[in-house]
Nanobody, 119 residues
Framework: QVQLVASGGGLVQAGGSLRLSCAAS????????MGWFRQAPGKEREFVAD????????NYADSVKGRFTISKDNAKNTVYLQMNGLKPEDTAVYYC????????????WGQGTQVTVSS
C-alpha cells in the first residue's frame, strides 16, 4: 500500500550532522503520520520523532529535543530528519515509518539506514 525508502545514513564524528530522508510511494494518501525510529545493537527499537502529514505537528523523544528536527515536503512525498550535534549514543539503524491516522500503530516501515557516530 505504502512503500518507504530511507536514505542518508553514514559515518560522522561526534558533533557532526546528517540529514536522513524518507521517500514514500504508492498509496501515500492512506497515511497521516510519519515517524523516525532507531535501534542500537542489543537494544529495543525506540521512537525518535514524528510529524503529522496534514498539519505539520511534531513530536520528539526527550533524548533528541533541541538537536534533531523532523520536516516534510508534501510535494515530494518525503520526510526528513536533520540531526545536529550527533553523539556516539545516537549510533543506530534509523527507520522511517507511517501510520494511517493519529493514534494508530505504525504499519508501514522502511528498510532502515545506518548512522554511526565516532568519538
Amino acid at each position: 500500500q505504502v512503500q518507504l525508502v530511507a536514505s542518508g545514513g553514514g559515518l560522522v564524528q561526534a558533533g557532526g550532522s546528517l540529514r536522513l530522508s524518507c521517500a514514500a510511494s504508492g498509496r501515500t494518501f492512506s497515511y497521516a503520520v510519519m515517524g523516525w525510529f532507531r535501534q542500537a545493537p542489543g537494544k529495543e527499537r525506540e521512537f525518535v520523532a514524528d510529524i503529522n502529514i496534514y498539519d505539520g505537528h511534531t513530536n520528539y523523544a526527550d533524548s533528541v529535543k533541541g538537536r534533531f528536527t523532523i520536516s516534510k515536503d508534501n510535494a515530494k512525498n518525503t520526510v526528513y530528519l536533520q540531526m545536529n550535534g550527533l553523539k556516539p549514543e545516537d549510533t543506530a539503524v534509523y527507520y522511517c515509518a507511517a501510520a494511517s491516522y493519529v493514534g494508530a500503530a505504525y504499519t508501514y516501515w522502511g528498510q532502515g539506514t545506518q548512522v554511526t557516530v565516532s568519538s
